[in-house]
């Protein structure tokens, strides 16, 4: 019988709010079991098409260049790619010798493309045999809440990222949603009433800004 598989469906996607997918992998740091991995912290996994290729190498360096944010915003990273862990080690020592910038975070040799089809990193439109440039960021209790892709040939946004991080860290922490560009410092939107009490309650509220009784917003208290 002929194969009606459509090749887009052909690799896991996971989706925001699923549990991300646990695996065991070989590591620039050694085996890592991700159910086991940075208790307690959130984890931005990021995938990579492959070792010394230049956009990847000015992204790598980006996200070496600015762990210490992560590391303030409580988060370990991963990276990730379908190549072997010796590409790997020589690719982390080739950009120290010659921009001094040290990749001091795991990078999955996915050889076998186990992880990259869990996690929906191959695209086969785009390509069959490296990962799209995908970005999990994934909670302390392992849920996935946010995804970004990007295409081979665009690199990200660190700036988005790490604002996209905070927002989501900030949010879950006052119970309150994030308008268009918030940064750190900025005023939040209160969540909309679900009852006529609470709509009299924002009504009288003379602490919010309200564009309408459905749009408020407030700033947060330290």
């Known amino acids: ?88 080690l020589g690719w982390v020592q080739n950009v120290r010798e010659n921009t001094g910038i040290y990749f001091d975070f795991p990078i999955i040799a996915d050889l076998d493309m186990k992880v990259a089809k869990l996690y929906g990193m191959l695209q086969p439109n785009e390509s069959e045999t490296a990962a799209v440039r995908a970005v999990f960021f994934i909670d302390p209790d392992k849920k996935i809440r946010l995804i970004m892709y990007y295409p081979l040939n665009v690199g990200r946004n660190m700036d988005e990222i790490l604002r996209a991080l905070d927002a989501l860290q900030v949010s879950d922490k006052h119970r309150v949603a994030m308008p268009l560009d918030w940064k750190r410092g900025e005023k939040v939107i209160v969540p909309p009433p679900k009852s006529l009490d609470e709509l009299n309650a924002r009504l009288a509220d003379q602490t919010l800004e309200k564009v309408d009784w459905y749009l408020a917003k407030k700033e947060l208290q330290n």
């Open 1 to 88: 019988m002929e194969n009606t598989q459509n090749p887009q469906q052909a690799y896991a996607m996971p989706r925001i709010g699923d549990t991300a997918p646990d695996f065991e992998a070989l590591t620039t740091k050694g085996k890592i079991k991700f159910s086991d991995y940075a208790p307690g912290k959130w984890v931005v996994m990021f995938s990579h098409p492959a070792d010394f290729t230049p956009v990847c190498t000015t992204e790598m360096s980006g996200f070496a260049q600015r762990k210490g944010e992560f590391d303030a915003l409580n988060t370990e990273l991963i990276g990730l790619s379908i190549d072997s862990i010796h590409a790997h």
